[in-house]
């Protein structure tokens, strides 16, 4: 008897660590995908997503991860309509209207699939910081082009967060 329940305490022991090996494993290849979503993010989608680029070429990917936090209900709902738009840029399917009526709808850049998901994963779980320098680049553009209504939008949240 007394035997039997040291062997129990053993195989709780044991199914315990492997437990705690298990978590470590998940949590250090969540951390890996998240890397390397950052990384492809910056490979892929920066030469016109960048923030500071004077004039814009894209909306900030703090803009973009707000708006789709809006239209979209969960974190894979999320990941999934970035990526069908990201592979199959439309009008249709853009919810960045001001975006796409100042630049056009994004062109197709042919990226590839489990690419852009770690990459809308990352967009997702990421925290970017206000993109200061665009809101100027946009309130100059906005008031060159006598478009007060953008240009106070932008001016309100360059005062809310730069400030
Ligand atoms: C050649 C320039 C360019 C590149 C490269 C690019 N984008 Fe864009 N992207 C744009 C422009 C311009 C817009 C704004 C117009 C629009 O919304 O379609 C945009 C908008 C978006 C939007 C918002 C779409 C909407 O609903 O309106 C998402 C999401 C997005 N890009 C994801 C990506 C991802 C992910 C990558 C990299 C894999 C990427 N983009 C690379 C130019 C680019």
Same mark, same amino acid.
């Given at each position: 008897?007394?035997? =039997? $329940?040291? #062997?129990?305490?053993?195989s709780?022991? +044991? *199914?315990?660590?492997l437990a705690i090996?298990?978590l ?5 290849? *969540? *951390?890996? #995908?998240?890397n390397?979503? +950052?990384?492809?993010?910056?490979d892929n =989608?920066m030469?016109?997503?960048n923030?500071e680029? %004077?004039?814009p070429?894209g909306?900030p990917?703090? $803009?973009?991860q +707000?708006r789709y936090?809006m239209?979209t209900?969960?974190? #894979?709902d999320?990941? #999934? ?5 990201t592979?199959?840029p439309?009008? %249709?399917?853009?919810?960045m209207i &001001?975006a ?6 994004m @062109?197709?850049?042919g $990226?590839?699939e489990?690419?852009?998901? /770690?990459? *809308?994963a ?5 925290t970017?910081?206000p @993109?200061c320098?665009h809101w100027?680049a946009?309130? /100059? $553009?906005a008031?060159a082009r006598?478009?007060?209504r953008?240009? +106070?939008k932008?001016?309100?949240?360059? &005062?809310r967060?730069c400030?």
């Open positions: 008897m007394l035997i =039997c $329940a040291g #062997n129990q305490e053993v709780m022991k +044991k *199914a315990l660590l090996i298990m470590l494993t998940t949590t250090a290849r *969540a *951390a890996d #995908n998240l390397e979503g +950052k990384q492809l993010l910056q =989608c030469g016109c997503h923030a680029l %004077d004039p070429m909306p990917m703090f $803009a973009v +707000k936090k239209a209900s969960d974190r #894979n999320f990941i #999934n309509q970035l990526t069908v738009f592979l199959h439309s009008e %249709d399917r853009a919810v &001001n796409v009526e100042l630049l056009g709808v @062109p197709d850049i $990226a590839d489990a690419d852009v998901r /770690k990459i *809308a990352y967009i997702h779980d990421t970017f910081a @993109p320098a100027q946009s309130i /100059k $553009a008031r006598g478009d007060m953008h240009a +106070k932008d001016q309100m949240m360059y &005062n967060m400030k």
